[in-house]
């Protein structure tokens, strides 16, 4: 149990104090009493490493407890005669994963896996050149640490999933799964009740009180002909618009309190917490899986499968564990001397969503930042709810464009608008989160140091570049090398610099940018001093200095029909040449989606656990 939860040892802090310190006794008693509110571990399912020990024989496990499996292990254990096991190498979520405001304080900590790529012809201004890729270990997964937009993709990308074979797959076929788990704050009419549910899980928080600077954002880009939009997740997805978000009250509302948090006493179903699984297991002498191999407390626990395992790991996790297992390139398992199960091109297809950043500035109140306004805000926070961390704001603006068609419904580029006030290091370190070099962290923060900085990130949404996973070596607690790519087809760059010039670098030419002063500036990086600014020349430079992930890995454990070379897995998630083995999260994904992933993830979810469903009530009744 955590501290602040523990009633005799808060006691014991509060007494130390003595009648001396009673306001201040008093005011650390509603502190650590609304700390256990919002992130107390009576909210989420306890450890079941005893009945694992007891019994560990289970119809389904589900490996990964992320924004995919939470959702599938939810689902399953619906059916009260299956006995479900969910595994997650994290433990709880804590402070920094549910207040939302916080969302970056996330990486490198123990919540976070900590990836990096490595070193290519892209994140050139990074240390080792490897840009960080962070990945949530904590139950929730991503969807922990994740800054909770919620955003569909476009109709484009399902139907296109489906023309190539993926049947079941269409945006008609995938809607009610993300209506499904919905609980839609917005109001409902005739127009919103086709794309939005009130009756799932998941609290979406559709709201239009827009801050300042958030208005100014909207302001400056209708300024440039880009449509005011009110349901990216409607009808078009184009325009700009203050995003939807799954944020409950003044917490994250993530995979984990959506959808574990309500069913955590359900007694078919079992979550085992920092627990590593480290290989799928095979009857021997067959392809059909028996279980897998859990690494806890230095201890190796053998689980059994009576029906399936799904493996939900995410797109770094889940290739690593099916090659450790044997299922992936032969070639490569080989030298890894890895007995292979089946010859499949697991790792492969690897597609993210890579940005590049403007900066704009203006001169501002440099006491936000300050640490006496931080603790002010956080007592704000835990004691009322209120105050500048309980969302998102002022980062919620996101808006949708093609750069080659005005009149498209679907986009390339995705911005987004990140605003940091003044010494945001004292609260906010985005550059140093992710390893920056010496040079770029100096010259942001000399930027940073009594000005307001606008990132103006353009995301190249469909990328044409892939790139790959490989094991380092077969030890399951290394870290495998991450090969993004980025940029490695041209056409992407040019996606990149087109969108900078249409949008980002416009910006400052508005009236809404130009009332209160802001301005375009660069960082004068050495790498890029030789070119004009600007210039294509330099954007591409920019671009591959400071290259940034918006951790978005998908597509390396790709669906695809048996005639897709490339495919690993079938419409229903099935892994070919394997009995008994699912793959559901954003690995299977044949291309990334145009937009976030948290969200289609969990449709992924969604989806699967009725594909099983409906498999093993089917094969009962033929029994």
Same mark, same amino acid.
């Given at each position: 149990?955590?501290? *602040?939860?523990?009633?005799?040892?808060?006691?014991?802090?509060?007494?130390?104090? $003595?009648?001396?310190?009673?306001?201040?006794?008093?005011?650390?008693?509603?502190?650590?009493?609304?700390?256990?509110? #919002? #992130?107390?571990?009576?909210?989420?399912?306890?450890?079941?490493?005893?009945?694992? !020990?007891?019994?560990?024989?289970?119809?389904?496990?589900?490996?990964? *407890?992320?924004?995919?499996?939470?959702?599938?292990?939810?689902?399953?254990?619906?059916?009260?005669?299956?006995?479900?096991?969910?595994?997650?190498?994290?433990?709880?979520?804590?402070?920094?994963?549910?207040?939302?405001?916080?969302?970056?304080?996330?990486?490198?900590?123990?919540?976070?896996?900590?990836?990096?790529?490595?070193?290519?012809?892209?994140?050139?201004?990074?240390?080792?050149?490897?840009?960080?890729?962070?990945?949530?270990? #904590?139950?929730?997964?991503?969807?922990?640490?994740?800054?909770?937009?919620?955003?569909?993709?476009?109709?484009?990308?399902?139907?296109?999933?489906?023309?190539?074979?993926?049947?079941?797959?269409?945006?008609?076929?995938?809607?009610?799964?993300? /209506?499904?788990?919905?609980?839609?704050? $917005?109001?409902?009419?005739?127009?919103?009740?086709?794309? @939005?549910?009130?009756?799932?899980?998941?609290?979406?928080?559709?709201?239009?009180?827009?801050?300042?600077?958030?208005?100014?954002?909207?302001?400056? *880009?209708?300024?440039?002909?880009?449509?005011?939009?009110?349901?990216?997740?409607?009808?078009?997805?184009?325009?700009?618009? !203050?995003?939807?978000?799954?944020?409950?009250?003044?917490?994250?509302?993530?995979?984990?309190?959506?959808?574990?948090?309500?069913?955590?006493?359900?007694?078919? !179903?079992?979550?085992?917490?920092?627990?590593?699984?480290?290989?799928?297991?095979?009857?021997?002498?067959?392809?059909?899986?028996?279980?897998?191999?859990?690494?806890?407390?230095?201890?190796?626990?053998?689980?059994?499968?009576?029906?399936?395992?799904?493996?939900?790991?995410?797109? /770094?996790?889940?290739?690593?564990? !099916?090659?450790?297992?044997?299922?992936?390139?032969?070639? @490569?398992?080989?030298?890894?001397?890895?007995?292979?199960?089946?010859?499949?091109?697991?790792?492969?297809?690897?597609?993210?969503?890579?940005?590049?950043?403007?900066?704009?500035?203006?001169?501002?109140?440099?006491?936000?930042?300050?640490?006496?306004?931080?603790?002010?805000?956080?007592?704000?926070?835990?004691?009322?709810?209120?105050? *500048?961390?309980?969302?998102?704001?002022?980062?919620?603006?996101?808006?949708?464009?093609?750069?080659?068609?005005?009149?498209?419904?679907?986009?390339?580029?995705?911005?987004?608008?990140?605003?940091?006030?003044?010494?945001?290091?004292?609260?906010?370190?985005?550059?140093?989160?992710?390893?920056?070099?010496?040079?770029?962290?100096?010259?942001?923060?000399?930027?940073?140091?009594?000005?307001?900085?606008?990132?103006?990130?353009?995301?190249?949404?469909?990328?044409?570049?892939?790139?790959?996973?490989?094991?380092?070596?077969?030890?399951?607690?290394?870290?495998?090398? /991450?090969?993004?790519?980025?940029?490695?087809?041209?056409?992407?760059?040019?996606? /990149?610099?087109?969108?900078?010039?249409?949008?980002?670098?416009?910006?400052?030419?508005?009236?809404?940018?130009?009332?209160?002063?802001?301005?375009?500036?660069?960082?004068?990086?050495?790498?890029?001093?030789?070119?004009?600014?600007?210039?294509?020349?330099?954007?591409?430079?920019?671009?591959?200095?400071?290259?940034?992930?918006?951790? @978005?890995?998908?597509?390396?454990?790709?669906?695809?029909?048996?005639?897709?070379?490339?495919?690993?897995?079938?419409?229903?998630?099935?892994?070919?040449?394997?009995?008994?083995?699912?793959?559901?999260?954003?690995?299977?994904?044949?291309?990334?989606?145009?937009?976030?992933?948290? #969200?289609?993830?969990?449709?992924?979810?969604?989806?699967?656990?009725?594909?099983?469903?409906?498999?093993?009530?089917?094969? @009962?009744?033929?029994?």
């Amino acid at each position: 149990m955590s501290w *602040a939860c523990d009633p005799a040892l808060t006691a014991n802090i509060v007494n130390s104090y $003595g009648a001396a310190g009673t306001l201040f006794t008093q005011t650390l008693t509603s502190f650590l009493a609304a700390q256990c509110a #919002v #992130v107390g571990d009576h909210l989420w399912p306890d450890d079941a490493i005893d009945a694992v !020990l007891k019994d560990p024989n289970y119809d389904f496990i589900v490996v990964g *407890a992320g924004s995919a499996g939470s959702v599938v292990a939810n689902r399953l254990s619906e059916v009260p005669d299956w006995k479900v096991l969910l595994i997650e190498a994290g433990g709880n979520p804590q402070l920094s994963t549910v207040m939302p405001q916080v969302f970056y304080n996330s990486m490198k900590t123990d919540l976070d896996w900590g990836y990096k790529t490595q070193p290519q012809n892209s994140c050139r201004s990074y240390k080792n050149k490897a840009c960080a890729w962070p990945r949530g270990k #904590v139950l929730g997964g991503c969807g922990s640490i994740n800054a909770m937009f919620y955003v569909r993709g476009n109709r484009l990308d399902y139907d296109t999933w489906a023309a190539d074979g993926n049947y079941g797959w269409s945006y008609d076929d995938v809607l009610p799964y993300f /209506i499904k788990s919905e609980k839609y704050n $917005g109001q409902i009419n005739e127009e919103t009740k086709k794309y @939005h549910g009130k009756d799932g899980y998941l609290n979406i928080e559709d709201s239009k009180d827009y801050d300042f600077i958030e208005r100014l954002i909207v302001e400056a *880009a209708v300024e440039l002909g880009m449509k005011n939009s009110t349901d990216i997740n409607g009808d078009s997805q184009m325009g700009i618009i !203050l995003a939807q978000s799954n944020v409950k009250g003044n917490v994250r509302h993530g995979p984990a309190r959506a959808f574990l948090s309500p069913v955590k006493d359900r007694k078919n !179903l079992h979550v085992l917490k920092n627990s590593h699984v480290t290989k799928i297991l095979f009857i021997p002498g067959t392809n059909k899986v028996s279980g897998v191999k859990v690494h806890k407390n230095g201890k190796e626990i053998i689980v059994n499968a009576r029906k399936e395992v799904v493996v939900s790991g995410g797109a /770094i996790n889940s290739p690593q564990i !099916l090659m450790l297992s044997g299922i992936g390139p032969r070639k @490569h398992l080989e030298e890894m001397d890895i007995e292979v199960k089946v010859d499949l091109p697991v790792g492969e297809n690897l597609q993210d969503h890579v940005f590049a950043p403007t900066f704009y500035t203006v001169p501002g109140d440099t006491s936000l930042a300050s640490l006496e306004n931080i603790v002010r805000e956080l007592g704000n926070y835990m004691l009322a709810g209120t105050g *500048a961390f309980k969302d998102v704001r002022p980062h919620r603006v996101i808006s949708f464009a093609n750069t080659t068609d005005p009149t498209s419904t679907s986009p390339d580029i995705q911005f987004h608008y990140l605003v940091l006030p003044p010494k945001s290091r004292n609260m906010l370190d985005v550059f140093e989160k992710h390893d920056l070099n010496e040079e770029v962290y100096n010259k942001f923060h000399e930027l940073n140091s009594e000005k307001i900085v606008i990132l103006v990130f353009s995301v190249v949404l469909h990328p044409k570049s892939s790139g790959t996973i490989l094991l380092k070596n077969k030890n399951p607690f290394e870290h495998p090398l /991450i090969y993004a790519n980025y940029f490695e087809d041209r056409e992407d760059m040019e996606t /990149i610099i087109r969108a900078t010039k249409q949008h980002s670098l416009k910006l400052g030419d508005t009236n809404a940018f130009k009332k209160i002063g802001l301005q375009l500036e660069w960082l004068e990086i050495d790498a890029c001093k030789e070119f004009e600014k600007a210039s294509d020349e330099h954007l591409e430079c920019i671009a591959r200095e400071l290259t940034f992930s918006l951790y @978005h890995p998908t597509s390396t454990v790709k669906m695809g029909p048996k005639s897709d070379k490339g495919a690993v897995v079938d419409p229903e998630l099935r892994v070919y040449g394997v009995e008994g083995l699912r793959v559901a999260d954003a690995s299977i994904m044949p291309f990334v989606v145009r937009g976030n992933t948290n #969200v289609p993830t969990m449709m992924i979810g969604e989806k699967a656990a009725d594909m099983i469903k409906k498999f093993w009530t089917d094969r @009962h009744q033929e029994l």
